[in-house]
Each structure stands twice: as C-alpha cells, then as structure tokens.
C-alpha cells in the first residue's frame, strides 16, 4: 500500500468512527432492531384514512409507525414511507425499506380497548358454571344438575361446594325470591353446599347445606343489606348487599383463581380489550395479580381498585400503592349502596314497586365524609359505587366537601356507575369534576323493568348520558362484567343506541330515552382515551399518538359509519398491545 494513502485511510476510519457513535447515541436501538425487523413496522389501511387516532381532534391516517412498544410516527403512506425509507439512517446503513403491511379491505384500526369497571376473577368464575339467561327457577336448578352431572369428582364428592354466578330474578316468570328448597327438590342437587352468585353480583343464592354451614345468622337487621326470610322470619337463602359476607364458604385455591384468570383473559384479548380496570380487589386476588406482575405473566394492563374493608382502621396511609409494568393499584373503591335490581339502591323516595323501602346504604354517610379525604390526602384515587339517587347526592357531598380548594385533576375522583341522579347533582358534576364511570349495557338490561320500579318521572334520571356530557363531566365505559356482556362493541352499541341487541327498545326503534344516546365519537372516546384520563395514563394511552404505547385493536368493519345493526357482527381481527400481536395477526 502506498504510505501516502495511509493517513486518508485513518482519517477516513476516524470519520466512520465518529458516524456509527453518532448513529448509536441517537439511535440506541438501531442494532437490535436491524436484528429484528418486526420491532419497526408501519401498519397502513389501502382505503385511506381508516385509522382513528382518537387524538385531541379525532383525526384520522392512513398509517401508524410502530417501533418497539410505541408509536412513531403517524401520518400517510407517502409520507411515511418517504420519511422512513428515504431519511433514516435505516434506510441509509443498512439499505432496508420499512415493513409496510396493510389491514385487510374494510377494516379499521382504533385504540385498545379499556373497560372502566370489571371484575377480572368474578368473571372467570362465572364461566364455570355460568347461570346468565335462564327464564325460570327450575332452569336454574336444572342448570347446576347438569353441571354436577358432567363432572364425576363433584358428583361423587357431596361435600364439594359448587360454585356458580349469573342468575337474574328479574327476567323470570316469577316475581319471587329464590329459595334453598328450590334446589334441595331437585335429586342430583339436594344434600350440597352450593353459593350462587346473582347476575349483579348483590345476591347470594345458597342451598340449605351452605345456610347450615352459615349458622347461626343473626336476627337482627345486617346494616348495609339483609336477609330474605319465610313468614316465620327463618332465612330462606337469598342473602343481599352485606349480608352476602355472612355466607361460609372456602377460600378459592391458587390453581382455581388461575383458572379463573385465565378464562377471563382468553376472552378479554379476543374482545379487543387491552386494558381493565378491575374494580375492586379483595387483598388475595390483588396479591395473585401482583405475583403475575412479578413474572411479566401478565396478558393485558390492569388497573386495580383496592378493596375496602370498613370493618378495619383506616389504612391509606400505610397501604402500598404498585406502579408496575402492567399493574397499577393506586385507587380505592368504596360501596355506598346496593342495586337497583335487588331494590337495595339507596332513593330519596321509596321503590315504585315497593314502597316499604327506599333501599340501603351500605356505608353510614359520616364515615364517608370522613375516608374519602384521607384516602385523598395521603395520594389514593377514591372511586365509589353509587347507583341510587340519595347514594349518589351523598357520595358528591361528601366529594364537594373533600375538593374544596383541591386540585381536581391531580385527584381524579370516580363516581362509579351513577345510575340515577337529580338534576340538582347532574349539574354539580361538572363543576366538580367528579369522573362518572358508567356501563351502558346495563341500560339495556334495566329498561325492560326500570320504570315500574322507578316510576314515569324518576326514572328519567336512570342512564342519562347525555344530561351527564352536558354537565362538563367526563364519562368513562366499562361493562361491569361479570353483570354484562365483557365485549367492548357491545358497550359502544348499547351506548349509542340504547336498544337491545335485537334492535328493540320500550320506546321503540329509536332507543329507550333516545335523548340521552353518546355519539359514536363519544363513545369510542369512552372506551379508549377517557379510561386512560381516568386511570393517569393519558400521556401514553388511550390514543394512536407518537410516543405513546402501540395498543390498538383492528376491526373488521367501520364501526364509526356502518349501520348500527352491523356492529355486532364486527370482529376483532387483531389485539396488540406494546407492538406485538396477542389475539389475531397483523
């Protein structure tokens, strides 16, 4: 070699040098995702702009650009593939355009969906043996036979508790209580411990050997619920509200809430569901949800509220809060009343259908106004469940007393599911800037039976979406399953219809109370951006934007234009979460 062209070539090494340190700083993961080209992909719709941001103006794009776990860039396929191929150093060392792949013909892309309020593990049992749609008790009954014939270990074991959920009173041909004899009349089911969740999960139905093993119950009134008796005032079974933690049974094993689990999450990610908040977690189901944190083990993004136990001290000042990759708990949740379907939903006035009682609530007001700001103070998110119209004028007194001079957005208080309001509290909403958690399915649950239990005048107050919109409050979806369907498209539809599944209503085909119908825009706002606001991760959720996480779910059709009664016959083609297919393919 020639010397004189030795000290170019050094210069020349030192220049090349100086460009790959420089390409490594600004680039740190350039080598890994040269070695891996699905951590950058653009993911880009044929038909134009069919990709819904959800960002502050509800734009669409054609495209997203997704490198590693978040969004990078968003925009056209021109200009994403001119930006990306063209001017990146990608492009430029190693010569490879980027993976452009594209949804399939009249397909849309959203967000990942989060329910507001669920219950994980409730769910998951359910599943078992699952009691939702039986018209009679003896449909019942015949359901928990058949469910002790198909398992011989229970058959043969009568000293196994069954464990089942779902049932709704409300839907059969009787008006009356179910009751421990109702089971013992059937031959297979007789002589066991049986618990029965209702479908609202505010009623025990339990057999005489499970009431056996319960006794002695009290005599006296159970504060907060009660206990349904004969005309001799012996139990005959059903327990409601807190009356339910009277009932004796053992603790579900590690191998059954896994079980359960893992039930649930097959569902959730084929619903398109990245993200739940589970609302309220007794302390062994949140101790089980943080050992999968521990392990990475966990499916989807869960936000936990921790369960209070009123019972004990308070403890918000001691309690750990958990900030974890895909599990956080920093809420509280707190019963104020029952439901509305076991009439224990706490009214100003008496129940329609049944003026000896105006329902219960579950917690005494004063202790209310004495929790809610401690759990504020010492950093908690306080979400309580308030159904009845005099359960949630007292959770807003006592919110209205804590936010005095408060910084409300740093707080982010939840009223969870307030179903019937006054006017009076609809208006207070807004200003206070309470977030109301709501699930619209049940609308279409309730509206078959709301207004004999209600009344014509009260009952405009149930479900009003829009009169809560108007107020400036920001509203949040979720389905409450185990109660209703866990699938998030029937959240969207029942919200923007308020008709049943098979499109009809009590007041017809436009929708029970159609004025009180969410928009689309809205409701998709409410299944994607607004529980990532109310769970305080806005910043990297809830909407297709650059730098925040790549959740989003692909959809076989447009929800946001096709006809209503084609959105449930939309499918999840596809669930991601931090770039990576969970459910489907991209």
């Known amino acids: 070699m020639s010397n004189h062209l030795v000290p170019f070539l050094a210069s020349w090494k030192s220049l090349l040098a100086v460009v790959l340190l420089a390409c490594l700083s600004s680039y740190p993961n350039l080598l890994e995702l040269y070695s891996n080209k699905s951590a950058t992909y653009a ?61 399939p013909s009249g397909a849309i892309v959203v967000p990942g969906f989060s329910d507001s309020h669920a219950h994980i593990l409730e769910y998951g049992a359910s599943k078992v043996l699952p009691l939702e749609g039986t018209k009679t008790i003896e449909e019942t009954v015949a359901r928990v036979r058949e469910f002790v014939l198909a398992n011989p270990d229970i058959q043969n074991d009568t000293s196994r508790y069954i464990v089942g959920g779902g049932w709704d009173h409300t839907i059969w041909s009787t008006s009356r209580w179910p009751t421990a004899a109702d089971l013992e009349a059937d031959p297979i089911v007789r002589n066991r411990p049986i618990v029965l969740q209702s479908k609202d999960c505010h009623a025990l139905w339990i057999s005489a050997k499970a009431l056996e093993a319960s006794s002695p119950l009290p005599d006296e009134e159970i504060e907060g619920g009660f206990i349904v008796r004969d005309d001799h005032g012996r139990p005959t079974g059903v327990l409601i509200d807190n009356a339910q933690s009277l009932v004796d049974q053992p603790e579900p094993s590690h191998s059954d809430i896994l079980r359960q689990f893992n039930l649930a999450m097959k569902d959730a990610l084929s619903l398109g569901l990245t993200s739940i908040h589970d609302a309220g977690l007794k302390p062994e189901s949140l101790q089980f949800f943080e050992s999968l944190e521990a392990k990475n083990a966990l499916p989807l993004r869960v936000y936990g509220m921790t369960y209070y136990d009123e019972s004990k001290p308070y403890n918000g000042n001691t309690t750990r809060k958990i900030y974890g990759r895909r599990l956080t708990a920093r809420s509280i949740k707190i019963f104020a009343d029952g439901a509305l379907r076991t009439s224990g939903a706490a009214l100003y006035e008496p129940y329609a259908d049944n003026p000896s009682t105006n329902g219960v609530m579950r917690i005494d007001p004063e202790v209310l106004k004495d929790i809610i700001p401690k759990y504020l103070r010492d950093g908690w998110q306080v979400n309580v469940h308030a159904i009845g119209d005099r359960a949630n004028g007292i959770v807003l007194d006592a919110f209205e007393a804590a936010l005095s001079g408060a910084n409300v957005s740093a707080l982010r208080p939840r009223l969870e599911h307030a179903q019937l309001l006054s006017e009076a509290d609809m208006h207070r909403l807004g200003k206070l800037g309470v977030i109301v958690s709501v699930q619209p399915t049940h609308v279409i649950d309730d509206m078959w039976y709301a207004e004999e239990r209600l009344g014509p005048d009260r009952v405009k107050g149930l479900y009003a979406f829009r009169s809560i919109v108007d107020s400036g409050a920001l509203l949040t979806l979720g389905s409450d399953f185990p109660v209703a369907s866990s699938n998030p498209l029937a959240t969207f539809y029942a919200a923007i219809t308020r008709l049943s599944f098979d499109g009809v209503s009590p007041h017809g085909p436009e929708g029970w109370h159609p004025e009180q119908r969410l928009s689309r825009a809205e409701a998709l706002r409410g299944l994607t951006i607004n529980p990532a606001y109310a769970s305080f991760t806005e910043n990297i959720r809830g909407s297709l934007e650059i730098g925040k996480l790549a959740d989003f779910v692909v959809l076989s059709r447009d929800i946001m234009s096709i006809p209503v009664g084609n959105i449930l016959k939309t499918q999840v083609l596809a669930t991601v979460i931090d770039g990576k297919s969970v459910y489907g393919a991209i």
Do not use: M
């Not at 941001?53 to 994403?80: E, F, K, M, P």
């Open 43 to 103: 993911l880009c719709s044929s038909e134009g702009n069919k990709i819904y941001t959800v960002d502050q103006h509800d734009i669409q794009v054609q495209c997203i650009v997704v490198r590693n776990n978040r969004i990078a860039d968003v925009g056209s396929l021109g200009n994403i593939t001119s930006h990306w191929n063209r001017q990146s150093l990608w492009h430029l060392i190693f010569r490879s355009s980027l993976d452009v792949r594209f949804i």
